[in-house]
């Protein structure tokens, strides 16, 4: 094997970069759970992990083929032992990976993350659709290592704060649905893998969010996703500081608001891009659509929330350009 990265753990497992693929060689006998189509579900015999980014060639073949084939034909190819290993894919780039580790006394945790979300970002609960979209989906997958040992029941708590923190990352971007109003808690294709170390004497009972385990898991992740959404889709909390960067959420026909403007629409354009990254307009935005969600969710009754919004605008909005464009996403969400 070439490419060696660095050892990636405290018990020197190995990463490499191999072929669009990044790669975990255990150095201990490990146990798991993944979300693969190859040697998926628990585990006790797994060697080796890795994640692997989709060419569009891939994605052809794959029209046509079993997920589960193709990875144990990619295992071939860099001469990986397919029965004990498994593996996630995704477009993400694997030169954005994120590797993010947090310790504390003999506890080590690992995140390993690649994040696409510009074309796939959903939230549990939206309205189904197909695995791929005009050739192009998200992915956030991530590989979570621990130096300790964890029986199968806190390996699933552990997957679940994983999980959880996930969410925790994306809605502090505030990276909105595709396929809904509301803020993305993940992509349509997601993976996750995690490993404890059965070799080791410290064994842990509780991966939740109350323990110590969990909280380097959600720590780790946290900032493994952040991470890699910045390297591959360049969303930062400074260009989510946008009024309409948030309005966008909340999707409209922007050409009809146009056609109803009573001012020219070049110079309003120009007024609203000097406008739209003020902190105090995107205070006053994200404000308004917090009214708008909480009717959403049955929180505030629409009367009330029609006048908060309005007293919110004529109270604190100076710009013509984002008072304009609030008014009309309350009068078409609130009124």
């Known amino acids: 094997m070439k490419d060696r990265l660095f050892f990636v753990s405290s018990v020197n497992d190995e990463l490499y970069y191999l072929k669009d693929t990044i790669f975990v060689k ?39 083929h079993d997920v589960e084939d193709y990875l144990i034909q990619h295992c071939w190819s ?13 477009l993400a780039r694997m030169k954005n990976v994120s590797v993010v580790y947090k310790t504390f006394k003999n506890i080590e945790v690992v995140a390993i993350t690649t994040a696409g979300v510009r074309t796939n970002a959903s939230r549990a609960g939206d309205p189904s659709s197909y695995y791929e ?30 999980t959880e923190a996930k969410t925790v990352a994306l809605n502090s971007l505030k990276i909105p649905s595709q396929y809904s109003n509301h803020y993305a808690t993940g992509t349509g294709t997601d993976g996750l893998a995690v490993f404890s170390n059965l070799e080791s004497d410290n064994i842990l009972t509780n991966a939740g969010k109350h323990s110590k385990l969990g909280e380097l898991i959600g720590q780790a992740v946290i900032e493994s996703v952040k991470k890699a959404v910045r390297k591959q889709v360049w969303l930062t909390p400074k260009s989510q500081s946008n009024v309409l960067v948030r309005l966008n959420r909340y999707t409209l ?13 070049s110079e309003f354009i120009i007024e609203l ?63």
Not at 78 to 90: K, R
Not at 150 to 159: I, S
């Open 133 to 162: 979209e005009n050739g192009k989906f998200g992915t956030i997958n991530t590989i979570l290592l621990t130096n300790v040992r964890l029986a199968d029941e806190t390996l699933l708590e552990a997957f679940m704060t994983a």
């Open 253 to 265: 026909d922007i050409n009809k608001f146009y056609d109803e403007l009573d001012c020219d629409k």
């Open 78 to 90: 860099l001469n990986i032992d397919s029965d004990h290993t498994t593996g996630l894919v995704t």
């Open 273 to 335: 891009q000097k406008e739209m990254k003020k902190q105090d307009n995107v205070a006053i935005t994200s404000s308004v659509l917090n009214l708008i969600d909480e009717v959403e969710d049955n929180l505030i009754e629409k009367e009330d929330a029609l006048v908060l919004a309005q007293n919110i605008i004529k109270e604190n909005c100076n710009s013509y350009p984002i008072r304009k464009l609030l008014e009309y996403w309350i009068n078409y969400f609130i009124r």
């Open 26 to 64: 255990f150095n201990v006998k490990r146990n798991g759970f993944s979300t693969s189509k190859l040697n998926g579900g628990f585990s006790r015999n797994i060697q080796s992990v890795f994640n692997h980014h989709l060419s569009q060639e891939n994605i052809d073949y794959l029209e046509n």
